[in-house]
Nanobody
Framework: QVQLVESGGGSAQAGGSLRLSCAAS????????MGWFRQAPGKEREFVSV????????YYADSVKGRFTISRDNAMNTVFLQMNSLSPEDTAVYYC?????????????????????WGQGTQVTVSS
């Protein structure tokens, strides 16, 4: 099973930026689409963004579109989430996850049920 480790979380002021990273333990990382989800206190885990295994397709939640950018470096087995124009509503624990399928992509990746492995999460706190 792929091990995922997120980093880059922390505190930011509203309007600021953070960059999250998610490092995978296996080279097969390059054959899987990768997603980011977040969970705020008292709320369900929600979709943030996903990038296909080849980096050609991305999806974003409406709430982050235009502010967040997902990318990946398959040589480094790492996926990134650049978060700009942060707002207090972005405060949550952010999780990365690996698609259970290989060489697959599509809107089904907006559901947490599509993912086989999850990282431990990294806290993002945005103050006004």
């Amino acid at each position: 099973q792929v091990q995922l480790v997120e980093s880059g979380g922390g505190s930011a002021q509203a309007g600021g930026s953070l960059r999250l990273s998610c490092a995978a333990s296996e080279r097969t990382f390059s054959t899987h689409s990768m997603g980011w989800f977040r969970q705020a206190p008292g709320k369900e885990r929600e979709f943030v963004s996903v990038i296909s295994w080849n980096g050609l397709t991305t999806y974003y939640a409406d709430s982050v579109k235009g502010r967040f950018t997902i990318s990946r470096d398959n040589a480094m087995n790492t996926v990134f989430l650049q978060m700009n124009s942060l707002s207090p509503e972005d405060t949550a624990v952010y999780y990365c996850a690996v698609d259970s399928r290989v060489y697959a992509s599509g809107p089904y990746l907006k559901s947490p049920d599509a993912y086989a492995s999850w990282g431990q999460g990294t806290q993002v706190t945005v103050s006004s």
